[in-house]
């Protein structure tokens, strides 16, 4: 009878456990609202301020290089408009993308997955969201490969169902989350629906699903996360938000504010 009291007891504390555990923290295109976001600078400051994690964005130029930068054009990071699937990587290097920050920082420039790769402490986690389609996944893998970081360190994010799906093909050992926001169907009904989330992280093989914080609920969570994916959510800057996201299972905060979000959290 003690062995299975003892048992039952081990049980309970094991899946308390898991229920909570804290969450990530994930700094947004790194620390960005203190620097400019998807920049060398933003990265290495969400670090500093006790990020779990970074996510950064990426597109595929028209030399094949890979570069971290969320819009397709550059626009908004440098007051020109290059499109960047359409330009070298020479080209885009040549732009200043910080000042339109602050002047703090005048002089910063798009990085290279390569870079922001070299930023990553041991021990800390890459969310990559691909922007470009799935022509950029072997380039993807191979610079994955080259920067030194373990499996599980690298989790590749998105929107478009055929990259994830692509990712998954060739390199299954490395987790990949759908992205989605909801939207208000005429009927009034949100969608995605739980079904069609469901559906589509079994085509593409996905590990989990990652959502805006608006539209989702705790009952879609809780069916997302009872037929073995992960959930995930974005993009939430105050306290109160994330908690109640936590207490439904969230497993992620992503966060411009990284150092404030920890203590909110935790403090």
């Given amino acids: 009878m003690r062995n299975v009291v003892e048992a039952i007891v081990l049980?309970?504390?094991?899946?308390l456990s898991i229920c909570y555990a804290d969450p990530l923290i994930i700094a947004h295109r790194g620390a960005s609202k203190d620097a400019p976001e998807n920049t060398i600078p933003a990265f290495e400051l969400a670090?500093?301020?006790?990020?779990?994690a970074i996510e950064g964005d990426f597109h595929f130029t028209k030399d094949g290089e890979i570069v971290c930068i969320h819009d397709k054009n550059t626009l908004k990071v440098?007051?020109?408009d290059i499109e960047v699937r359409k330009s070298t990587l020479a080209v885009l290097r040549q732009l200043e993308v910080?000042?339109?920050h602050s002047d703090a920082y005048e002089g910063t420039t798009i990085p290279t997955i390569a870079e922001v790769f070299a930023t990553i402490p041991s021990g800390k986690k890459?969310?990559?969201?691909?922007?470009?389609?799935?022509?950029?996944v072997p380039k993807l893998i191979e610079e994955i490969e080259k920067s030194g970081l373990s499996e599980s360190q690298i989790t590749v994010i998105s929107f478009k169902e055929n990259?994830?799906?692509a990712l998954k093909v060739k390199a299954p050992q490395y987790k990949a989350y759908w992205l989605s926001g909801f939207k208000k169907a005429s009927s009034g009904e949100l969608k995605p629906s739980a079904k069609k989330i469901l559906r589509t992280l079994k085509?593409?093989?996905a590990d989990g699903f990652s959502s805006s914080k608006t539209g989702i609920s705790d009952s879609v969570i809780k069916e997302v996360k009872a037929r073995g994916y992960e959930y995930h959510v974005w993009t939430i800057d105050d306290g109160d938000t994330a908690k109640q996201l936590v207490e439904w299972?969230?497993?992620?905060i992503t966060t411009n504010v990284p150092g404030e979000m920890r203590k909110m959290l935790f403090e």
């Fill in 163 to 165: 990259v994830i799906r």
């Fill in 47 to 52: 670090w500093q301020q006790g990020a779990d």
């Fill in 11 to 15: 049980g309970l504390f094991v899946n």
């Fill in 203 to 205: 085509k593409t093989r």
């Fill in 249 to 252: 299972g969230a497993q992620s």
């Fill in 98 to 100: 910080g000042r339109y």
């Fill in 78 to 80: 440098s007051g020109k």
């Fill in 126 to 136: 890459f969310y990559i969201e691909i922007k470009s389609s799935p022509a950029i």
